[in-house]
């Protein structure tokens, strides 16, 4: 997010639309507004590419949080198709 | 608890609201509450302000992070024991803009905790749930 500022003003909904048109996955820890978000698509219809929450506990938000975060993004995406997460969301696992 | 309070609104303004609460469909009362007691926050802490998401009202940093709320420097501030440069570098803040944020969280500190403990709570649960659908949509499909 820090490297697309034009990013910082959208809400949550749009934030997953562009997500979705660039054929992304969120990954957020916000999971209140998130996980309403992803049920809301789904009443609406409306597709989205996936949510993957992290829990602060598992990711702490500190330098070596960041590494774990890294090394279980690469194990979860390893072998996986791009649209895995296709209308979905879950808990990013600990690698 | 609330108390009345009368004030005088200039033609404009007053209608502005008028539109405004009707187009968000909110009271005006309560949206002239909400603007006092924000306008009032800002005011003394300009690091701070506020943006609607989809349940309710958030205290976010202004600067050039409108998506940061308060609660994710105090949560990254707490995981890093409390320690202003290393949550300055994690979020791509000055530490001049985390201290802002502190300045605010000393000054709302009982509401910015509940706020993040919801915040926490959500985490949990959710993943709780999530869990619990995943493991019976396995036990239907070894039975069926």
């Known amino acids: 997010m820090t490297e697309r500022p034009e990013l910082q003003e959208k809400s949550d909904a749009a934030l997953l639309r562009i997500a979705t048109d660039e054929r992304r996955v969120i990954v957020t820890n916000n999971v209140r507004d998130f996980a309403l978000l992803v049920e809301t698509f ?25 590494g774990a975060l890294v090394r279980s993004l690469e194990s979860f995406v390893a072998g996986k198709a791009e649209d895995w997460l296709m209308d979905s ?7 | ?3 009345p309070f009368s004030m005088r609104m200039d033609d404009d303004t007053h209608k502005a609201l008028r539109e405004h609460a009707a187009r ?11 603007y006092v007691r924000e306008g009032v926050r800002m005011d003394k802490h300009p690091a701070v302000t506020f943006r609607t998401t989809s349940l309710g009202r958030r205290a976010v940093v202004l600067a050039s992070r409108p998506r940061l ?8 501030w707490n995981d890093n024991k409390q320690d202003v440069p290393k949550t300055a570098r994690y979020l791509h803040l000055t530490e ?16 910015v905790e509940r706020d993040l403990e919801d915040h926490l709570a959500a985490q949990r649960n959710y993943k709780r749930v999530l869990e619990q659908r995943e493991a019976r949509t396995r036990s239907r499909a070894a039975i069926g």
């Open chain 1, 42 to 66: 789904g009443l609406a219809g409306e597709s989205q590419f996936g949510v993957l929450f992290t829990h602060n506990r598992t990711f702490p938000r500190t330098d070596d949080g960041i």
């Open chain 1, 89 to 95: 969301c879950m808990y990013l696992p600990s690698a």
């Open chain 2, 1 to 3: 608890m609330s108390k």
């Open chain 2, 24 to 34: 968000t469909e909110v009271n005006p009362s309560k949206l002239v509450n909400r």
């Open chain 2, 69 to 76: 709320q308060v609660i994710d420097v105090i949560g990254t």
């Open chain 2, 96 to 111: 001049d803009e985390v201290q802002a944020v502190l300045r605010y969280y000393a000054d709302h500190r009982d509401e």
